[in-house]
């Protein structure tokens, strides 16, 4: 059985607020880096299957790589896999087949 769950990334800022958390990161902007994407777990084994990162912004940005909303899964292609579509808050709209590649499958 697999899941598939989607992330925002991004560096706690109450936890790097502490300098010698902070110091963790060699000196890395905090504020530079929000990213989304998807991953795949395989619930039998406990496993990462894959992962996708799909956007990368800025933090101090007006549009920040973040996904909002669950992924939705469906046979679109009829290959017998699941594929995984999701929107982000980008405005972009990706199709990803069962093993994470970006589908050619056009709505």
């Known amino acids: 059985m697999m899941v598939s769950l989607r992330w925002s990334f991004f560096f706690d800022r ?7 958390h902070l110091k963790e990161l060699g000196g890395i902007d905090i ?7 998807i991953v ?16 990368q ?3 101090t940005g007006n549009f920040r790589a973040y996904i909002y909303s669950s992924p939705t899964v469906a046979d679109l292609d009829g290959d017998g896999n699941l594929d995984i579509l999701v929107g982000t808050s980008f ?9 994470g590649e970006y589908s050619p499958f056009i709505i």
């Open 14 to 20: 109450k936890y790097y607020d502490n300098p010698k």
């Open 31 to 37: 504020r530079k880096y929000v990213a989304g994407g």
């Open 40 to 55: 795949v777990f395989n619930l039998n084994t406990k496993q990462v299957k894959w992962y996708v990162q799909l956007n």
């Open 57 to 59: 912004s800025a933090d």
């Open 91 to 99: 405005d972009l709209f990706y199709v990803l087949d069962h093993k």
